[in-house]
């Protein structure tokens, strides 16, 4: 039998003393459990003890060898045996010699006893009692096995005999006087001759001294080889050491604390220690916060020695669920002879490395107590008159249990009757409550027990365990525990992070309506913190821009008259909001319930108030800062994301008892903006920022991503509510369904003189097409095919497209390719005329032209076709027989009338009209270069019209585009049936945006207000056009966003917008889908209308056919190899054309 | 259906607002692009204190193209055949979209105080009207008696018509 006895001797005399003054002398209590505390404090250093006989075997075995023995002296015996002051040959001798009998009362003495009466009585009481703490106390002891290894350690002491295979060795610690050494764990022999004979090298001693004097650990070390001979000094010699953490790793920090202390074990000479480990530089060391230190860097490397890593945290959620279940096959097998050495390496389990952002929120949604809470919470209907939908019940229920409402929550999770509370929830929102698992902690399993003595099965029975599967570790500190470690929060409060669309707005006025006052106001709180406590009153702190919305929203929720909503400009310097707030009862109707206010404004107050700091640096109670809010709200709290910015400060400044932060996106690209967040709920300790610095920021700068992510998610996991679009609520369907969008393929038809140009680039196409063909130089041939078709593409869209060089956004090597001649031949084709239709010379033209000045009266004009008066200013034009129309209807007009085959005449005076005897009448300001689009041009600014505000310019159909036509045609019936709308335009290429802003522009600043967004604008170009277009507009004008498919097919929203045009065709159908999806997402609440224009019978139409076989081939396209892509284009050219020449 | 176009609108609240003597013109319900209408008999015709129900309706392609219009009271007229389908060149070729119902229904009345037998729609009408004009004068007095008098009896022609 093997034991480890430290300090036993000594400490036995004395040990036993404070029992027998107890029960000879019957002293007073008091004393006593002075005496206990140090009579405790050994019991505790005597740790070590791995094998111990119950009492009951204790018994037996006495009585084998003794026969029979008084029960109270067993008792006594198996007390001392049991604490590992005596081995049982000693137990034995001990009531031998009859020493025990003498000191203690026998059984004769026991009659004395009971006369001396109620005293006794108290002693016995008193003796029973302090056994029963013995006997805790010995209950908690244990050592359990935490790992091996193998150490070649060296002699130090010349030795007599040789060591001996499976010898028993002891590590030990001498309490010696000279400090120099105190540090030095030397390796004894066991037995009685027990002798020094060497230590182990400095790698391990520097961690096994510290756990030895702490008695954390036990050590048993089996020599592994039989030395050659006797060993001298300096050899070496090869031990197995077995390791065991005992009870005392997993005593509590303060016992620790206190035991360190009267241990005396502090000494100078440990300190060379610390220069070895870490260093924490941020608090300044006490002693005991050293010894912790000491205890973390030896624990840390006894881990890292036995390769002993954590459980996943996320994993063992499960596990502990399944504890009870799994935990009988867990259990240890010690008569497995075969065991598998290497099948027992703790193998990591946290080899995972996935996305750090999504990983983020991971989880947290899916964590027990959010599922188990109940959907069907609504805010009562007298405050709240809009219909929750089920995800946003469900939410509110977790914004109740966050502010710790739960009778508010069953009660209202209560009202439509069926779906109570469940108990599972219950108990979790409990046990939540008292706290959540500390994150710095780890999980880890108790490995299987390969000691070399359990191997050998040379103990007597397995030794005792701490009773668990598991154990915890804190390996930032060093503590140990086998409960699990929670961390309380008194937080009340959390943050919002749904995705944008979700409804942050509603769910926070929900939960306000829910609980608009604080019920039970302790009242010296008040007092204490010199600020009056506005109970009534939630603070929600906003951007500029949503202040309206947020009222607006109010107004659509609120249902109780009593409620009302306020803004707080912090412009009236004399407002006193301790008194505006704070009223007493008999007017609290007057106090509102919601106080809006901007972050703006708090800064500005705190600017004006930094300075007036009292001098325990306190801001003075003045303004916002002079009462304590109910709850504060930070809406797209990301704003304080940088913590050292004025805005978070005042933020932080603000006093509340309750503290909410919504945003959709808690991280923009650093770990430390979630700070400012913590910061600003108050989440202890991680509020601390040296602490956060410590256990975030420098584990994550120091590459270990995936645990501190780890560690913040923990700590986000309790108070982060995160839902995205994408999740699906119990019924299967999205937590929010889009709204309806219809996607509308307008086929149109080329103008005469497009149809020419485009016929022409048509057969140029085919010919090269052809020619690829017959010599089987197809892929040679690739790019100028790819060019023609582009061309043909462009036409289909505005001719002048053609031959603009700068037309670079295709992968198309365009490089001059297109000679002169070619371009010249275009614009001949261009510029022919249908000479019926026009004038014939320019004098007819300037005397028509003139003759129709004095006709207009551009205030009292009306088109007699759509009714509008006055016409705007850009649709706005005059035939040549006088008749003033807008110049879409009268095309409208007139190409209606060529489609039935008849004469286009004029609506009113049926004179025969001619598309190119139209004017324009646009006002002079109308920059020259804007009319070219459009009309001819016409040097005549010396004429005699200058005394018209307006100016005519014969309309040149030429020169527009049956695409914008038609455009035009859909934006004037959007700007007459839908004033304010917003609609986005897209193509692929941005010199056609160029022309369509252009003649929108002539269309009339009155009616469109014209964006453009393309590549060749800078980032804050971009989103000052897009802020400029999500705003909303007072006026009734149609905004138009051009948009480029490439730049801003992506991650933009648009939301404001519900009516999309695609001015042209991409090959690729999940690039316009893409497009489209800008409008149609979370957000819109309309429903999505696109239009894509196509043009009849041209390349468009196929193309359009071979997106949908796309479509139904998939994303299959997008996997294969470049020169396999490259093959699929050349077969869906080859459809192209092949359909193209039939 | 697409959205109604402004002119719609506004054609509908001035025939509303600023009725024509004699002429009642009332969009349905349901289908903003179909009209319920009345003309009264132009007084010097043998129409004349007959109240004629019509229907109208606005085509998508309206006002480029003319509306629909058709008789519902049965009516004894060279240009109206007894589908109550009338012949007017304004409904037809010469319909131009600066014209609007209100003048559509006004060249209606018109008719009916100059019926044109020379450009029939109703042959057998046209034939009556060109040997006895007076007589078909007189049937066309008796149909107005007998059909256009009130609502009650218009509504029981609609459905004797449609028998």
């Not at chain 1, 006989?53 to 198996?78: A, Q, V």
């Not at chain 1, 007017?587 to 404004?601: A, D, F, N």
């Not at chain 1, 700091?613 to 809406?635: A, E, H, M, T, W």
């Not at chain 2, 009271?73 to 409904?91: A, E, F, M, S, W």
Request: with cysteine.
């Amino acid at each position: 039998m093997r034991r480890t006895i430290l300090l036993a001797m000594v400490a036995r005399k004395r040990f036993f003393t404070p029992i027998d003054q107890a029960l000879a002398k019957s002293q007073d209590a008091s004393s006593l459990f002075v005496k206990d505390e140090d009579f405790q404090a050994q019991v505790a250093v005597s740790g070590g003890d791995d094998f111990v006989m119950s009492e009951k075997e204790f018994g037996e075995y006495l009585e084998s060898e003794l026969g029979h023995i008084n029960s109270r002296d067993t008792k006594l015996l198996y007390d001392e045996y049991v604490l590992g002051k005596l081995t049982l040959k000693q137990v034995l001798t001990e009531y031998l010699k009859g020493e025990l009998s003498s000191s203690l009362p026998s059984a004769e003495n026991g009659s004395s006893i009971e006369t001396e009466g109620s005293v006794d009585d108290l002693n016995q009481k008193i003796l029973d009692e302090s056994k029963r703490q013995i006997q805790l106390e010995l209950d908690s002891r244990w050592s359990q096995f935490i790992g091996t290894f193998n150490v070649e350690a060296y002699a130090t002491r010349p030795m007599l005999r040789p060591l001996v295979f499976e010898q028993k060795l002891e590590l030990r610690r001498l309490q010696s006087k000279k400090q120099a050494e105190s540090s030095i764990a030397r390796i004894f022999t066991t037995g009685t001759d027990s002798r020094e004979i060497g230590r182990v090298p400095e790698e391990f001693n520097k961690f096994f001294s510290p756990l030895l004097d702490l008695e954390m650990c036990v050590f048993d070390m089996t020599v592994l080889m039989t030395t050659k001979g006797r060993l001298s000094i300096g050899d070496s010699f090869y031990v197995q050491v077995d390791c065991f953490l005992t009870n005392m790793a997993f005593a509590s920090k303060k016992t620790l604390y206190s035991l360190s202390q009267t241990n005396g074990f502090i000494s100078k000479g440990s300190k060379r220690q610390k220069s070895t480990s870490t260093s924490f530089d941020y608090m300044k060391e006490s002693e005991g916060e050293w010894l912790l230190k000491l205890r973390q860097y030896s624990l840390s490397e006894l881990f890292g020695k036995l390769e002993i890593k954590p459980l996943k945290m996320h994993n063992d959620k499960e596990e502990v669920n399944n504890d009870d279940n799994s935990s009988s096959n867990d259990v240890i097998d010690c008569d497995d002879e075969q065991y598998d050495l290497e099948a027992q390496d703790i193998k990591p389990v946290d080899q995972l490395n996935v996305n750090q952002l999504t990983k983020f929120y991971q989880n947290n949604n899916q964590s027990e107590l959010f599922t188990t809470l109940p959907e069907t919470t609504t805010p009562p209907t007298e405050n709240f008159k809009v219909t929750l939908r089920p995800y946003q019940k469900h939410g509110l229920s977790w914004l109740l249990t966050r502010e710790k409402e739960i009778s508010v929550l069953e009660e209202l999770a209560n009202q439509n009757g069926s779906n109570n509370l469940s108990t599972q929830s219950r108990t979790l929102i409990k046990s939540r409550e008292e706290g959540v698992f500390n994150p710095l902690w780890r999980k880890y399993k108790w490995p299987k027990d390969i000691s070399y003595d359990n191997l050998k099965a040379k103990t007597i029975g397995a030794r005792r365990g701490s009773g668990s599967n598991y154990f915890y570790a804190n390996m930032y500190n060093g503590e140990l525990s086998i409960e699990v470690p929670i961390l309380k929060t008194a937080l009340k409060g959390g943050i919002i992070a749904d995705e944008m669309g979700l409804g942050k707005t509603i769910s926070t006025y929900a939960l306000i309506s829910s609980v608009p006052f604080d019920t039970n106001i302790s009242t010296q709180e008040d007092q204490n913190s010199g600020s009056r406590y506005a109970s009534k009153t939630t603070l929600i702190v906003l951007p500029m821009s949503l202040l309206q919305q947020w009222k607006n929203e109010f107004d659509k929720i609120n249902a109780n008259t009593k409620f009302k909503c306020q803004i707080y400009y912090g412009d009236l310097t004399t407002m006193d909001l301790r008194h505006s707030l704070c009223k007493d009862d008999d007017c609290s109707e007057q106090i509102p319930v919601v106080l809006l206010t901007t972050y703006g404004t708090i800064v500005n107050e705190y600017i004006r108030y930094n300075k007036l700091r009292d001098k325990d640096g306190n801001l003075p109670n003045f303004g916002i800062y002079s009462v304590k809010f109910f709850r504060i709200v930070l809406d797209e709290a990301h704003n304080i994301r940088n913590r050292s910015t004025k805005t978070a400060k005042s933020v932080n400044g603000l006093k509340a008892s309750r503290r909410w932060a919504l945003t959709g996106t808690p991280i923009i690209n650093r770990l430390d903006d979630l700070y400012s967040l913590i910061k600003f709920l108050q989440v202890e300790p991680w509020s601390n920022f040296s602490y956060w610095k410590t256990f975030i920021t420098l584990p994550f700068e120091q590459k270990k991503a995936d645990q501190t992510l780890e560690v913040i998610q923990a700590i986000l996991e309790p108070i982060l509510l995160r839902r995205t679009k994408n999740m699906k609520q119990k019924n299967g369907k999205l937590l929010v369904e889009l709204p309806e969008k219809e996607v509308i393929v307008e086929n149109l038809t080329l103008s005469e003189k497009e149809q020419k140009v485009y016929d022409w680039f048509k057969v140029r196409a085919s010919n090269t097409f052809q020619e690829g063909l017959r010599s089987g130089e197809l892929l040679k041939k690739y790019s100028q095919i790819l060019t023609q078709i582009l061309r043909l593409r462009q036409i289909c869209c505005h001719i002048n497209l053609v031959g603009s060089t700068s037309e670079l956004e295709l992968d198309v090597d365009t490089n001059g390719k297109e000679s002169d001649e070619i371009l010249k031949e275009i614009r001949q084709l261009i510029l022919s005329r249908d000479e019926n239709d026009e004038f014939k010379t320019q004098l007819d033209f300037k005397q028509c032209m003139y003759s129709l000045y004095n006709l207009i009266d551009l205030e009292n004009s009306e088109c007699s076709i759509c009714t509008e008066s006055p016409i705007s200013i850009g649709e706005h034009c005059i035939t040549h027989c006088g008749h003033q129309y807008c110049l879409s209807c009268i095309l409208d007009h007139i190409e209606f009338q060529q489609k039935s085959h008849t004469q286009p005449l004029c609506p009113n005076c049926r004179q025969p009209l001619s598309k190119y005897k139209i004017f324009r009448i646009l006002n002079r300001e109308t920059r020259r270069k804007e009319v070219n689009f459009y009309s001819q041009a016409v040097d005549d600014d010396d004429d005699d019209t200058n005394d018209y505000k307006f100016k005519l310019y014969l309309y040149d159909p030429r020169t527009t585009s049956t695409k914008i036509q038609a455009l035009i045609r859909h934006l004037k019936i959007i700007r007459q049936q839908k004033p304010g709308e917003k609609v986005v335009v897209f193509s692929q290429f941005s010199s056609y945006l160029d022309i369509i802003e252009s003649e929108l522009k002539i269309q009339g600043s009155d009616d469109y207000q014209v964006y453009k967004f393309d590549g060749r604008m800078k980032m804050n170009e971009r989103q000052l056009v897009l802020d400029k277009f999500n705003s909303p507009i007072d006026s009734d004008k149609v905004s138009v966003l051009l948009l480029s498919l490439k730049a801003g097919g992506v991650g933009l929203n648009l939301t404001t917008a519900s009516t999309a045009f695609m001015m042209d065709i991409w090959w690729a159908p999940s690039i316009e889908d893409q497009a489209i999806d800008r409008i149609h997402r979370i957000g819109q609440d309309k429903n999505v209308k696109v239009i894509r224009f196509i043009v009849e019978n041209s390349i468009e139409q196929k193309m359009l056919k071979i997106q949908a076989r796309k479509k139904q081939l998939g994303e299959a396209v997008s996997m294969e190899e470049e020169e396999v892509k490259r093959q699929r284009r050349i077969e869906d050219i080859k459809t192209l054309f092949e359909e193209e020449v039939n | 259906m697409a959205a109604l176009p402004k002119r719609i609108i506004k054609e509908t609240e001035r025939l509303v607002s600023d009725p024509v003597p004699g002429i009642t013109a009332v969009p349905s319900d349901d289908n903003l692009r179909y009209f319920h209408v009345t003309i009264d008999g132009p007084d010097s015709s043998p129409y004349s204190s007959g109240v004629f129900d019509l229907e109208l309706y606005l085509p998508d392609d309206y006002p480029m193209c003319a509306p629909k219009v058709r008789f519902l009271t049965k009516i004894y007229h060279p240009n109206i055949d007894k589908l109550g389908r009338i012949c007017l060149d304004v409904l037809k070729d010469n319909w131009s979209p600066a014209l609007q119902i209100r003048t559509i229904l006004l060249s209606i009345q018109a008719l009916l105080g100059a019926p044109n037998p020379d450009d029939p729609l109703a042959n057998d009408v046209a034939e009556d009207w060109k040997q006895d004009e007076k007589r078909a004068v007189q049937v066309a007095k008796e149909w107005t008696e007998k059909y256009a008098k009130s609502k009650e009896i218009a509504t029981t022609s609609t459905t004797e018509e449609s028998v």
